[in-house]
């Protein structure tokens, strides 16, 4: 039987350079690009977050639609207007971002709509990122940590990547004790070896692991790029690698791709080994292709 999957976090606006002064209007966000693909492998997904009432964000909610997100979650502020970013690329391919969304809605749905957490407790798997926690202050961030208490205690499942990006944190400390605390209360933590590395200042996968060992979190998948990924359920360590290793085009959404194809699979009541091999596909395929969300024909 299919389980329901809730996704946290946010979308913003993304314009990407097709020429020196033309740019492509597309959409991107961690948890929603794993949504989009959670979707595109047959799952029962939503996405919570807020947008404004501009046609901005109706673009936003109608493409989220076309993919097969519920999108009955996302709260809609009168005269507010979606976050906004650039990528730049240089001559080398090297990209850049510029971020505009230091008042994007979504940062204001705690305060605005305390009681709109009420509504997840109808799925059976919640799924957000060390981006999500970054969008809140520290008064959110406990609303947020008594709720996933709640949603754990009736059942639910919570999933989480780290998903460190030094920008939206005050400090590189805030961002190790916020998610080193929120990690006790994940069911499946989907890290990237080289974001907790950073993050956590750790040597290699066998510290990564003990990290996750000493928080108790039951399942971890810690994916380590053209190496594949290693297994942690309890005490175990296996390694998982590529079946088929090609020559990426870009990078962007490997890691949101991978956890999408893979929640995916486990909403679905496949194994862990069987849920890595379809995240391991989804991304190889993605990863050929520019831009965080290809063309659906591709997959």
């Known amino acids: 039987m299919k389980s329901k999957i809730v996704a946290f976090g946010e979308c913003m606006l993304e314009l990407s350079q097709t020429g020196s002064q033309d740019y492509r209007l597309a959409y991107g966000g961690d948890t929603l690009n794993s949504a989009v693909y959670m979707a595109r492998a047959g799952a029962d997904v939503s996405y919570f977050t807020a947008l ?30 979606p976050g906004l970013y650039i990528i730049d690329t240089d001559d080398e391919g090297e990209r850049s971002f510029e971020y505009w969304r230091s008042s994007a809605p979504v940062r204001a749905i705690i305060k605005r709509s305390p009681d709109a957490l009420n509504g997840l407790y109808e799925f059976n798997y919640l799924y957000l990122s060390g981006i999500t926690l970054s969008l809140f202050d520290g008064l959110d961030r406990a609303v947020i940590t008594e709720f996933v208490r709640e949603f754990r205690n009736r059942g639910g499942v919570v999933a989480f990547d780290t998903n460190y990006r030094a920008k939206g944190w005050r400090s590189k400390q805030q961002a190790q004790e916020v998610i080193s605390t929120f990690l006790t209360l994940v069911d499946i933590a989907l890290p990237s070896l080289d974001d907790d590395k950073e993050l956590f200042e750790l040597e ?8 996750y060992r000493n928080l108790g979190v039951g399942e971890v998948i810690i994916k380590d790029g053209k190496s594949g990924c290693y297994a942690l359920i309890g005490n175990e360590l296996h390694h998982h690698p590529l079946t088929n290793i090609v020559r990426p085009v870009d990078t962007t959404s490997a890691g949101d791709s991978f956890n999408g194809a893979y929640l995916a699979a486990r909403s679905k009541n496949a194994s862990v080994a069987q849920a890595i091999r379809h995240g391991q596909e989804c991304a190889t395929v993605v990863i050929q292709h520019p831009g965080a969300i290809i063309d659906r024909k591709i997959q």
């Open 52 to 81: 404004g009432d501009d046609t901005y964000s109706e673009y936003l909610i109608n493409a989220w639609r076309s993919e097969g997100i519920n999108t009955d979650l996302v709260l809609r502020y009168q005269g507010e207007v």
């Open 204 to 211: 290699g996968v066998e510290a990564c692991a003990a990290k």
